[in-house]
């Protein structure tokens, strides 16, 4: 059962239980991309763009509910259906379709100034993450890496140090990797997200925020965003 939350403030929930701690005991912060950072899921746009639309929107909506509870697979699937589109195709999602969601570049100002590590964890695609990530300024990345060959995509990921698909479990491992990494503890960590891929590293996190998010995500999220922009966390960390 769902643990009892408190409306905040319109738009915003608070589950019930121990105080929030300041903003001054986080450490890290660590987000999911496509519809939480920005407002496209990637692999829908290029999929629109190359007449595969419906087919693929309709694996991310279901795996994003969990209604397919392998990301691996529902990856797969989609990324198969779009083998042989053009690697163009890549360069219009980022400049005509690609837009933050309000209250991004706030929040990410703000927790940068109070000191936190940001990191960028998605199941997307490294063509987009390398562009947020330097316009928001993360610390660290990890994502998927289409495979092109030919100037098209292969309908595959290209293998990477850590392996070559981003799923929920890979999210856990970064975020507790990146706490290792700089030092903290995970209960000095948030994590930030809106599907059911992010669930994991929510769970490992001391903090765990919701944005516009499926309903499985919000009921088991610390804090629901579910009016208005990111900056909204600000709201609840002094």
Same mark, same amino acid.
């Given at each position: 059962?769902?643990t009892?939350?408190?409306?905040?403030?319109?738009?915003?929930?608070?589950?019930?239980?121990?105080?929030?701690?300041?903003?001054?005991?986080?450490?890290?912060?660590?987000?999911?991309?496509?519809?939480?950072?920005?407002?496209?899921?990637?692999?829908?746009?290029?999929?629109?763009?190359?007449?595969?639309?419906?087919?693929?929107?309709?694996?991310?909506?279901?795996?994003?509910r969990?209604?397919?509870?392998?990301?691996?697979?529902?990856?797969?699937?989609?990324?198969?259906?779009?083998?042989?589109?053009?690697?163009?195709?890549?360069?219009?999602?980022?400049?005509?379709?690609?837009?933050?969601?309000?209250?991004?570049?706030?929040?990410?100002?703000?927790?940068?100034?109070?000191?936190?590590?940001?990191v960028?964890?998605?199941?997307?695609f490294?063509?987009?993450?390398r562009?947020?990530?330097?316009?928001?300024?993360?610390?660290?990345?990890?994502?998927?890496?289409?495979?092109?060959?030919?100037?098209?995509?292969?309908? &595959? +990921?290209?293998? $990477?140090?850590?392996?070559? #698909?981003?799923? =929920?479990?890979?999210? @856990? !491992?970064?975020? *507790?990797?990146?706490?290792?990494?700089?030092?903290?503890?995970?209960?000095?960590?948030?994590?930030?997200?809106?599907?059911?891929?992010?669930?994991?590293?929510?769970?490992?996190?001391?903090?765990?925020?919701?944005?516009?998010?499926?309903? &499985? +995500?919000?009921? $088991?999220?610390?804090?629901? #965003?579910?009016e =208005?922009?990111?900056? @909204? !966390?600000?709201? *609840?960390?002094?």
């Open positions: 059962m769902p009892p939350s408190t409306p905040a403030a319109a738009g915003l929930v608070l589950r019930d239980g121990p105080a929030l701690p300041p903003l001054s005991h986080f450490k890290l912060a660590a987000f999911d991309m496509d519809s939480t950072l920005i407002s496209i899921e990637c692999i829908d746009e290029i999929a629109a763009l190359a007449g595969k639309g419906e087919q693929v929107a309709a694996i991310t909506e279901a795996a994003m969990g209604e397919i509870t392998d990301f691996r697979d529902s990856l797969q699937r989609r990324l198969a259906l779009l083998a042989g589109v053009p690697a163009t195709v890549l360069d219009r999602v980022l400049a005509e379709r690609l837009t933050f969601n309000p209250g991004a570049r706030e929040l990410c100002a703000a927790l940068k100034a109070a000191g936190l590590t940001l960028l964890v998605s199941g997307g490294t063509f987009f993450t562009y947020v990530a330097a316009e928001l300024g993360m610390d660290f990345v990890r994502s998927n890496e289409l495979e092109i060959a030919d100037g098209a995509l292969t309908g &595959r +990921v290209v293998m $990477q140090d850590w392996g070559d #698909i981003c799923d =929920g479990e890979q999210k @856990r !491992l970064m975020l *507790l990797q990146c706490c290792a990494a700089i030092g903290c503890q995970p209960h000095e960590a948030i994590a930030v997200g809106d599907g059911a891929n992010d669930l994991p590293m929510m769970g490992a996190a001391g903090l765990s925020v919701a944005y516009h998010a499926k309903p &499985r +995500v919000r009921e $088991q999220a610390r804090i629901a #965003i579910n =208005g922009g990111l900056d @909204r !966390l600000l709201e *609840l960390l002094k």
